[in-house]
């Protein structure tokens, strides 16, 4: 069993409309959370860190629950260009190893 | 704004081979990592540096060595390459202060074993 979960999707999308889904993680202890997206076998860009109070950073909201143990991700306004595989990270230490989820994939369509 | 750097971007070799691949961490950065996604697969983490010493280790396997040089780039150093080596190798680096470790990763380097 991974230590990161994730839906594989794929999420088909309407343009415009909004999109959520979630991962979970298996090590309370975790400290880092993050979420990445990935293209085509490119590298995985940093889409946004999450935190305990939750963030926003424009189109795109990130929740935490530790003591679900899971964090999420919102999508408004999709467009075309969000279509990706967004990756669920977790750290478990200090040193920032990351642990990724297998990814999630959405597909924004017109 | 800089980048982490990775050279060669793709690389063929035989196998029994070996390979050297190359990483610059984006300036200022004092942690080097190192990621191995294969196909269809999350990246596994390999290897990490912090102040050019190594701080944790991975899924290496023992025929793989890295190390950080004083300007802070690393070297993944491959050998006796097997088929199943063939993967895409990730570097990130991050800046180690504050509670949150932001990794940013390199265009990868394609290694391909025949």
């Known amino acids: 069993r991974k230590e990161v979960e994730q839906d594989p999707g794929p999420f088909n999308v309407p343009e415009g409309a909004t999109v959520a889904f979630n991962c979970t993680y298996s090590?309370?202890?975790?400290?880092?959370f993050f979420w990445y997206r990935q293209d085509c076998r490119k590298e995985p860009k940093l889409l946004m860190s999450?935190?305990?109070s939750g963030n926003e950073d424009g189109r795109f909201t990130a929740q935490l629950n530790r003591a679900s143990q899971y964090i999420s991700l919102l999508i408004r306004d999709s467009k075309l260009s969000d279509s990706a595989t967004y990756l669920c990270?977790?750290?478990?230490?200090?040193?920032?190893?990351?642990?990724f989820g297998a990814g999630t994939q959405v597909v924004v369509t017109p | 704004a800089a980048g982490v750097i990775q050279s060669p971007r793709h690389l063929i070799k035989e196998k029994r081979e070996t390979a050297t691949l190359k990483c610059y961490p984006i300036?200022?950065?004092?942690?080097v990592y190192w990621y191995q996604q294969g196909p269809g697969q999350d990246p596994q983490f390999l290897i990490s540096?912090?102040?050019?010493?190594?701080?944790d280790k991975g899924s290496i396997p023992d025929r793989f060595s890295a190390q950080q040089f004083s300007d802070y780039h690393s070297e993944l150093n491959m050998s006796s390459l097997e088929l199943g080596d063939s993967a895409l190798y990730f570097c990130?680096?991050?800046?180690?202060?504050?509670?949150?470790?932001?990794?940013?990763f390199g265009p990868g380097t394609r290694l391909t074993v025949t």
């Open positions: 090590n309370s202890a975790s400290q880092s």
């Open positions: 999450v935190y305990s």
């Open positions: 990130a680096s991050s800046l180690k202060q504050g509670r949150v470790l932001e990794q940013y």
């Open positions: 300036p200022r950065h004092d942690t």
């Open positions: 540096f912090y102040e050019k010493m190594q701080s």
């Open positions: 990270v977790v750290t478990g230490d200090s040193w920032g190893k990351l642990q």
